[in-house]
């Protein structure tokens, strides 16, 4: 079970003192948003390879950007550990799958709320990591979409009846109030923004979460 923070949450000019706040993460969860794919912009890659350089907690990048197939190499480059594209949003995901690859970074495939499991199926086996978002992508704080749950148990159950060694990610609206439930349904790896960094004491609540999702 591995928490991710989101750094979407955090304050936009003080970020290295805000990863100094999450350093027990297993994962920094870093939402890159190019105002097209979602209507909201955040940062690109020179900020990601300035946060790899000031710290030792791996980078999870996720790119809510169009032409991932232009875009995603550079960010592997950066160091990142891992870099997660839509599906939604590339033409050709195998090519996008090796850019990542080939730069040494690990692959993950996102799909948004209504996107159907059985679009992403056939990749899974290529990548390292499914992220099923659990509310349309572009802001922080929005709650869960319930509806989306029984994706996630398709998904691991795929996933095991396969054999494959994948991620199942979550990501939106997870917090102490349905961690347990998402690492009950299949998840493994759990993205939460407002959920901690609304605390006081950031690694307090990432062992809240992790204990709560390693309860099942
Ligand atoms: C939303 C982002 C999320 C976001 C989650 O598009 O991908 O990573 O930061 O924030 P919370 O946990 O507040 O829903
Ligand atoms: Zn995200």
Known sequence: ???APSILSADFAN????LRTISSSDLIHVDVMDGHF???LTIGAPVVARLQEITTVPLDVHLMIENPERWAGSYAETGASSVTFHLEAATNPKEVISQIRSSGSKVGIAIKPGTAFEDVSGLVEF???LLVMTVEPGFGGQGLIES???KITQAREF???QGLEVSVQVDGGVGLANIANLARAGADTFVAGSAV???LNRNDRIAELRLLAESI
């Not at 970020?15 to 805000?18: D, G, K, P, Q, Y």
């Open 15 to 18: 970020l290295e003192a805000e």
């Open 148 to 150: 989306v749950i029984p």
């Open 38 to 40: 979602v209507p909201n």
């Open 197 to 199: 960094f609304s605390e």
């Open 127 to 129: 990548a390292d990591m």
């Open 1 to 3: 079970m591995r928490i």
């Open 159 to 161: 996933i095991k009846a």
